[in-house]
């Protein structure tokens, strides 16, 4: 599936109170990265680094919840998923052949 298929098939499902139309996907996409990273902390705690099936899968899951804010969060924005991550790949790679892939700061 492409991205930008995705972002419109998924704008069918965007039921939110239309106040709220930024601060809603916003939030709802820390919180799934939060749950994310908090399934990450957890295998590091509990399981030695090691990312057992079932927690794969949850992971998974919640990353597909990621990826439905940051479609909402673009849409409410005007931006097109399909261009924002050619423009992101443009960006890492132009680092990499800088050698500027580490490090800090947007503008290396």
Known sequence: ???GDYQQRSRRTA???REAWLAYPALGLAGEAGEVAEHAKKAIRDDSGVV???RREKMAKELGDVLWYV???ASELGLDLDEIAETNL???LSRQ???AL???GDDR
Do not use: F
């Open 102 to 104: 580490s490090g800090s």
């Open 71 to 73: 479609a909402q969060l």
């Open 97 to 99: 052949k800088r050698g």
């Open 15 to 17: 039921e939110y109170p």
């Open 52 to 54: 057992s099936p079932e």
């Open 90 to 92: 443009e960006k890492l």
């Open 1 to 3: 599936m492409e991205l």
